[in-house]
């Protein structure tokens, strides 16, 4: 098979970003040709704001672009990762015009709301969801801190319902079933909406678990819970508690209590060496995430789980079985439950097993690719089928 596979990359590299590179590595590895049509978003440093917004919105450059592509390759499929803010929905419509099925991967919740995340204020919130003009969005500058960069996000989606380009999409990829209700409650299909999980490849190994520390490895925002993880830290118990912190973000800067070391970014074999020492994963997310790769590379390694009870979060982590679940931001809940993890290892270490086999079982590459090419074959034939009725 062949495959166009498209993404504009973010200014700070981040999940989307790996996905693509993995998937279209898995791809290639099968035997499958992949195309890549790509941009990034270092673009933005040179021109004018106005002249972004109308980019974002529609990139006729893009169109031409994409349209040579396919004639010049002749792919089966065309699989779309982000468009923002250079590509544009508007390749969706190239696709289109030149009879190639599209598959779009639906990282984040962008289509739902300009901020991605569906979070504000500290809070989960779905007040724009739903809406055509999400306008709370623009009023609670939701992108970015920024009124007019949060008018044009809202303007993508808005001008593209009233186009129907998103009905040129054959198939979405929604990561779990819980972000796949959430777009289906924005008004998408649920029948051109397959779940498909990320995966871990290579397999990073089980490792023995010696090392004794708690790791977070994330992003150091707000919504990721950093702040609660941090508040636990200090009521934790336990005199063997130590943390190690990987990631960058906007709070670095926070004063840490005793016993919190951080490590900054680090690569993601480096975290998987981490992974294979660490006694604990903590992942105390206060948003709807789309998914966690975090959590299933804590998996592969067979690291036990201290997850948020939340959205896709509750859905990956089963309570007691493949990790433990805290109240989100409840910092005295999260160490409760650090206190009791670090005092039963046994019990850890047999959900550290068990979620090794969740791993096995449902986010290898071998799963993943036959997931992958069953959702491309479906958008194939589901655009032959429209064609032939048309």
Known sequence: ???????????????????????????????????????????????????????????AKAVRDVRRVIRDTRPDVMHVHNTLAVLSPAVYRAANREGVPVVQTLHNY????????????????????????AWPAILHRCYRGSASGSAVVAAIRATHDVLGT?????????????????FVAGGFSGGAITVKPNFV??????????????????????????RTLLAAAERVQSPSFRLKVVGDGPLRGTALPPGVELLGHRSRAEVHALMRDA?????????YETFGV?????????????????????????????????????????????????????????????GRAEYERFYTARRNLSLLLGVYHDAIAS????????
């Open 1 to 59: 098979m062949k495959i166009l596979a498209v993404h504009n990359h973010y200014q700070e590299p981040g999940g989307e970003d790996v996905v693509f590179r993995s998937e279209t590595e898995l791809l290639e590895a099968a035997g499958h040709t992949v195309v890549r049509y790509t941009a990034h978003n270092a673009a933005l440093a040179a021109g004018s704001g106005p002249a972004h917004a109308v980019r974002a919105i529609w990139n």
């Open 383 to 390: 655009t032959r089928k429209t064609v032939s009725v048309t």
């Open 201 to 226: 490849h290579p397999d990073p190994g089980v490792g023995a678990h010696r090392g004794g520390y708690l790791l977070f490895a994330g992003r150091l925002s707000g919504e990721k819970g950093i």
């Open 294 to 354: 975090t959590l299933i590379d804590a998996f592969a390694t067979g690291l036990p789980v201290i997850a948020s009870r939340l959205g896709a979060i509750a859905e990956i982590v089963t309570d007691n079985v493949t990790g433990l679940q805290f109240t989100p931001g409840d910092a005295s809940d999260l160490a409760a439950r650090i206190d009791w993890a670090l005092a039963h290892p046994t019990e850890m270490a047999a959900i550290g097993r068990r």
């Open 279 to 287: 006694a604990l994963l903590v992942f105390p997310s206060e948003c």
């Open 166 to 182: 998103w009905n040129g999409v054959a198939r979405y990829i929604a990561l779990t079933e819980f972000a796949k209700g959430k």
């Open 110 to 133: 962008r289509l739902l709301c300009p901020g991605a995340n569906l979070f504000r204020d500290g809070a989960v919130c779905e007040v724009c969801v739903g809406r055509r003009a």
